[in-house]
């Protein structure tokens, strides 16, 4: 029988790594030890007061949905946090609880971005966001972006390279798959200039909290209440399976958004949102801050090492666990691009990275992300491994 789709997901492209990681998988069924150095998620568990939350809930019979918007407790408690980590005083009004970051995403695409119009993206940047605008049939305005602007979209783009079709920008800032932040001047010159185009600023900061080297990362809200701030349980509050994150929308915005919920997922799922209300407790913020820290101390002996190895990084990462390595100086006849440079360290050296390829075109056949989301000897390992293999 021949299927059929329906041509928008002809754009919706997977991800490359996925392939890098069937074919770990496949070694490591053969007996092959892989380190994996492609994956995008915190190695540690959900810390237990959270998971204990979650469990409570069901236990007493908390299984069935809640508003669209979200758990009013949890709205409350995301709006407080907003006044205890960042001095802003965000009405709980504003807060739509959503399945991760990715039903955020969902969310704003479908609700800003008209047909044939473009969101302007930084290459290279988190892959899935170009399919989104893509799958709401807008268009992407994408921006080559390199260690001048700190591998961020800054004013100077959008007032340069801003065009009729463009209705907003969306960055993401501690960024993946650089790890760079945007500082409080930055992102008020961003606004700033997204404003003078009448565009929409949606800035991602799903990687918050994980930031190194005492830099705290400034939230969109403490400088433009007309950002749309989207963010998640997922990777500092280690809840990624839980599938629960939050976007902070304008004044007059929740509506739309609340419409959007109720008809495409009905409500972001119970049990996580009342696990996540023991998220920003004094115990639970504790345990994150010590993992905090071992992200830390991974990167700060990871980068040397891949530098060493010949990898080029030309900005130290403020945040996130990713390192994004231009590996220019490595490629040869064996191994032309930075896809063949992955396979070979996959099958030569057992550690698993991911090619540029999948956060854009932009020299990407150049780069490749290394993810520090595995423990300190591991990462050891993986980079003896690499300097033999080389
Ligand atoms: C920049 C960025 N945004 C959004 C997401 C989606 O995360 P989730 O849906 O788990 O919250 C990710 C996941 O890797 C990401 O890196």
């Not at 854009?360 to 595995?374: L, V």
């Amino acid at each position: 029988m021949s299927h059929s789709y329906a041509k928008r997901t002809d754009a919706i492209a997977p991800f490359h790594v996925m392939a890098i990681l069937a074919e770990a998988k496949q070694l490591e069924a053969q007996g092959q030890d892989i380190i994996h150095m492609e994956v995008g998620e915190p190695d540690f568990t959900t810390p237990s007061p959270i998971t204990e939350a979650g469990i409570k809930s069901l236990e007493a019979g908390k299984t069935h949905y809640t508003p669209a918007l979200g758990l009013a407790e949890l709205r409350q408690a995301i709006a407080n946090w907003y006044q205890h980590r960042y001095k802003v005083a965000i009405s709980s009004e504003r807060v739509v609880v959503t399945p991760g970051a990715s039903g955020a995403l969902l969310l704003v695409m479908g609700a800003l971005l008209e047909k044939g119009k473009k969101v302007m993206l930084a290459d290279p940047g988190y892959p899935c966001n170009k399919h989104f605008a893509k799958f709401v049939e807008g268009q992407v305005n994408s921006i080559a972006v390199d260690a001048s602007s700190q591998y961020q979209l800054s004013a100077h783009h959008v007032e340069n390279y801003w065009d009729a079709d463009t209705s907003m920008a969306l960055v993401a800032s501690p960024s993946n798959p650089t790890g760079t932040v945007l500082t409080k001047a930055e992102l008020i010159a961003l606004a700033n200039a997204v404003k003078s185009k009448s565009g929409h600023l949606v800035v991602d900061e799903i990687y918050h909290g994980l930031t190194y080297d005492g830099f705290d990362a400034p939230s969109a809200l403490q400088v433009d209440d007309q950002a749309f701030v989207i963010n998640s349980f997922s990777k500092f509050f280690g809840m990624t399976g839980w599938r629960l994150g939050w976007l902070i929308v304008p004044e007059g915005y929740t509506e739309v958004m609340d419409r959007l919920a109720q008809n495409l997922y009905l409500a972001a799922p119970t049990m996580s949102q009342y696990a996540a209300l023991a998220a920003f407790q004094q115990n639970t913020l504790d345990i994150l801050e010590q993992r905090r820290h071992l992200f830390e101390q991974r990167r700060n002996i990871l980068l040397p090492l891949v530098k060493e190895l010949g990898f080029k990084v030309p900005i130290t990462p403020q945040g996130a666990f990713y390192l994004y390595a231009d590996c220019s100086a490595l490629l040869n006849d064996k191994t032309p691009d930075s896809m063949a440079l992955s396979k070979h360290l996959l099958y030569q050296a057992g550690v698993a990275i991911t090619p540029g390829l999948d956060f854009g075109q932009y020299q990407a056949e150049q780069h490749c992300r290394f993810a520090y989301t595995t423990d300190e000897s591991r990462l050891i390992e993986a980079m003896e491994r690499i300097r033999k293999v080389l």
